[in-house]
């Protein structure tokens, strides 16, 4: 062990903690099939009655629903999130780099919960957007923006926004320039340059950027929530519901184990659709 | 060099397009601070009157208050346990091989794709079996585990960077291991080890998701009191707190910024 100094002490917390999380998890797989016993904590025998009643067409639409806007804010965010990456790696000065960086990155600090609420301000019908729509003469009474999915996915582009141009900005930062410098010289415009070249090498970090705006909009919970109302239902705001008004925890955890396992799917699926331009990029 | 029309025109239409994109960035913080100072008891945009009072209320709100101080507890010590493992096991994974190390990693890594509430479900059904209740330890652990991915993740850039002929220098020099650790290694890595500290410990006092569901009225954090206030109270009280949240997270991540290079933590330098 010489070679080796202090592993043990290196891993094994690590493990603990490892063992800790592994533990929940089981736990949450165990109460998936598990007997709801209303009005207790206490749950009652084996069951897949929790699996079955997701066929309903109630559940069954919230899935369909949570994917629908997570694909959408993910698509958003990717079409906003690449110029900024693209000039925060790509400006010159250093001053507007920096002002780029902080404006881009402080809303990721700020948590779900300050940014949902400013959204809720900006989207009321008593809210920023529609004065200034009804001041400018756009609009003749206040159109409904709260308690839309529009209005949720607005907010959750929002906040999905920070995580994507670092992602984005990271693979941009690693093109070498010189493929770039070589077409230009071969006469290329910039247009071609950057579909033919750039786009093409930060594909990693399209696809990368992509999966996780994909993973955190499935588990956002208080945008969906407090934007959505309770009239537009998400896996995560129905887990909630289940869980805390009606304390049917086995059904709360059934949910949230087919969430995860949808989740993760749409992910390898977006990785395999992705891989042959991933070994595009690769090839330089 | 001479630029051809076009090239100007592609050239300042992409201005325009992140500035634009700067602004939708920029659009809800800026309505939250001008909401704040509302004097009205209603959101209401523009505001007709103004005054201080809603900061007044933020300060002396006992929820928000407890919140604080519950979620300043957790942070500490979540973030400052999570960086001795985290980093750590960064360091052991950076360096050797062992039985279960990418197990291991994979598991530690895996709150980053794992949605929130379902560690938070996991956690409280965990606590609920062995009887520990939600108390602070069962916060702590939950915030140790979210934030352990980022300690690794600023660790293994820090590693990346680390020059290792230093450590053989020492080494030949006669120095054992636990003095090469103290003296050589834990010193170099200190800019990234402070990093991954801040960086944790921001992400744990925002975390809501998960701490929804392990706290308790006792122990709730700032996030879950601004979550459980929005739904009772209308008035422009959470304005004003967002804008102190907005103007202290923006001047530590300038400090950080102007200290240890934001874009060098983020791996998002050119090269």
């Given at each position: 062990?010489?070679?080796?100094?202090?592993?043990?002490?290196?891993?094994?917390?690590?493990?603990?903690?490892?063992?800790?999380?592994?533990?929940?998890?089981?736990?949450?797989?165990?109460?998936?099939?598990?007997?709801?016993?209303?009005?207790?904590?206490?749950?009652?025998?084996?069951?897949?009655?929790?699996?079955?009643?997701?066929?309903?067409?109630?559940?069954?639409?919230?899935?369909?629903?949570?994917?629908?806007?997570?694909?959408?804010?993910?698509?958003?965010?990717?079409?906003?999130?690449?110029?900024?990456?693209?000039?925060?790696?790509?400006?010159?000065?250093?001053?507007?780099?920096?002002?780029?960086?902080?404006?881009?990155?402080?809303?990721?600090?700020?948590?779900?919960?300050?940014?949902?609420?400013?959204?809720?301000?900006?989207?009321?019908?008593?809210?920023?957007?529609?004065?200034?729509?009804?001041?400018?003469?756009?609009?003749?009474?206040?159109?409904?923006?709260?308690?839309?999915?529009?209005?949720?996915?607005?907010?959750?582009?929002?906040?999905?926004?920070?995580?994507?141009?670092?992602?984005?900005?990271?693979?941009?930062?690693?093109?070498?320039?010189?493929?770039?410098?070589?077409?230009?010289s071969l006469g290329a415009g910039p247009i071609r340059i950057f579909m033919t070249i750039t786009l093409p090498l930060s594909m990693p970090?399209?696809?990368?950027?992509?999966?996780?705006?994909?993973?955190?909009?499935?588990?956002?919970?208080?945008?969906?929530?407090?934007?959505?109302?309770?009239?537009?239902?998400?896996?995560?705001?129905?887990?909630?519901?289940?869980?805390?008004?009606?304390?049917?925890?086995?059904?709360?955890?059934?949910?949230?184990?087919?969430?995860?396992?949808?989740?993760?799917?749409?992910?390898?699926?977006?990785?395999?659709?992705?891989?042959?331009?991933?070994?595009?990029?690769?090839?330089? | 060099?001479?630029?051809?029309?076009?090239?100007?025109?592609?050239?300042?239409?992409?201005?325009?397009?992140?500035?634009?994109?700067?602004?939708?960035?920029?659009?809800?913080?800026?309505?939250?601070?001008?909401?704040?100072?509302?004097?009205?008891?209603?959101?209401?945009?523009?505001?007709?009157?103004?005054?201080?009072?809603?900061?007044?209320?933020?300060?002396?709100?006992?929820?928000?208050?407890?919140?604080?101080?519950?979620?300043?507890?957790?942070?500490?010590?979540?973030?400052?346990?999570?960086?001795?493992?985290?980093?750590?096991?960064?360091?052991?994974?950076?360096?050797?091989?062992?039985?279960?190390?990418?197990?291991?990693?994979?598991?530690?890594?895996?709150?980053?794709?794992?949605?929130?509430?379902?560690?938070?479900?996991?956690?409280?059904?965990?606590?609920?079996?062995?009887?520990?209740?939600?108390?602070?330890?069962?916060?702590?652990?939950?915030?140790?585990?979210?934030?352990?991915?980022?300690?690794?993740?600023?660790?293994?850039?820090?590693?990346?960077?680390?020059?290792?002929?230093?450590?053989?220098?020492?080494?030949?020099?006669?120095?054992?291991?636990?003095?090469?650790?103290?003296?050589?290694?834990?010193?170099?890595?200190?800019?990234?080890?402070?990093?991954?500290?801040?960086?944790?410990?921001?992400?744990?006092?925002?975390?809501?998701?998960?701490?929804?569901?392990?706290?308790?009225?006792?122990?709730?954090?700032?996030?879950?009191?601004?979550?459980?206030?929005?739904?009772?109270?209308?008035?422009?009280?959470?304005?004003?707190?967002?804008?102190?949240?907005?103007?202290?997270?923006?001047?530590?991540?300038?400090?950080?910024?102007?200290?240890?290079?934001?874009?060098?933590?983020?791996?998002?330098?050119?090269?």
């Amino acid at each position: 062990m010489n070679t080796r100094p202090f592993l043990g002490w290196f891993v094994s917390p690590a493990g603990l903690v490892a063992m800790g999380l592994l533990a929940a998890m089981l736990a949450v797989f165990q109460y998936s099939v598990r007997t709801y016993v209303p009005g207790t904590l206490e749950v009652g025998g084996f069951t897949w009655a929790n699996f079955e009643a997701m066929l309903r067409p109630l559940y069954a639409m919230a899935f369909w629903n949570t994917v629908l806007i997570c694909f959408e804010t993910a698509v958003f965010t990717l079409f906003l999130a690449y110029p900024l990456a693209y000039a925060l790696v790509r400006t010159s000065s250093p001053a507007l780099r920096s002002f780029i960086l902080i404006v881009s990155v402080t809303p990721l600090f700020l948590g779900e919960v300050v940014r949902t609420y400013s959204w809720m301000i900006v989207l009321g019908n008593n809210g920023f957007l529609n004065t200034v729509l009804l001041k400018l003469g756009l609009l003749d009474r206040p159109v409904q923006m709260m308690f839309t999915a529009g209005g949720v996915i607005a907010a959750l582009v929002h906040v999905t926004m920070p995580i994507m141009v670092i992602m984005l900005a990271a693979a941009l930062s690693h093109i070498d320039r010189n493929y770039e410098k070589a077409a230009e010289s071969l006469g290329a415009g910039p247009i071609r340059i950057f579909m033919t070249i750039t786009l093409p090498l930060s594909m990693p970090g399209v696809v990368a950027g992509f999966s996780t705006a994909f993973a955190w909009t499935f588990s956002a919970f208080a945008t969906p929530q407090l934007i959505g109302g309770g009239r537009v239902s998400t896996v995560s705001t129905l887990i909630y519901q289940l869980g805390f008004s009606s304390f049917n925890f086995p059904f709360a955890a059934s949910l949230s184990i087919v969430g995860l396992a949808l989740s993760l799917a749409v992910i390898a699926l977006l990785k395999k659709a992705a891989s042959p331009l991933e070994r595009m990029a690769g090839t330089t | 060099m001479r630029r051809s029309p076009g090239a100007m025109l592609l050239r300042w239409s992409g201005r325009a397009v992140v500035a634009a994109i700067l602004l939708f960035v920029l659009l809800p913080g800026v309505v939250v601070a001008i909401s704040a100072f509302n004097d009205r008891a209603i959101l209401q945009f523009p505001p007709q009157s103004w005054s201080l009072r809603w900061f007044w209320r933020a300060f002396s709100y006992a929820d928000f208050a407890k919140g604080f101080w519950n979620g300043l507890t957790v942070t500490v010590w979540a973030s400052s346990i999570a960086l001795l493992i985290g980093s750590a096991f960064a360091c052991a994974i950076h360096r050797y091989q062992f039985v279960l190390r990418d197990l291991l990693e994979g598991i530690l890594l895996s709150p980053l794709i794992i949605p929130h509430y379902t560690i938070g479900l996991g956690m409280l059904i965990l606590a609920s079996q062995t009887n520990v209740g939600r108390g602070f330890p069962l916060v702590i652990f939950a915030h140790v585990v979210m934030v352990l991915p980022f300690v690794m993740r600023s660790t293994y850039i820090s590693l990346q960077n680390l020059d290792t002929r230093l450590e053989l220098a020492a080494s030949s020099l006669g120095a054992t291991p636990l003095r090469i650790l103290f003296t050589v290694t834990i010193p170099l890595l200190i800019p990234g080890l402070l990093s991954g500290w801040l960086f944790a410990a921001i992400l744990s006092f925002n975390e809501f998701t998960a701490t929804l569901f392990v706290s308790s009225q006792a122990t709730q954090t700032l996030p879950v009191a601004m979550y459980n206030y929005v739904r009772e109270f209308a008035d422009p009280t959470l304005a004003a707190l967002s804008v102190i949240y907005i103007v202290v997270t923006a001047t530590l991540l300038t400090v950080a910024n102007s200290f240890l290079g934001l874009g060098k933590i983020l791996n998002v330098d050119a090269h």
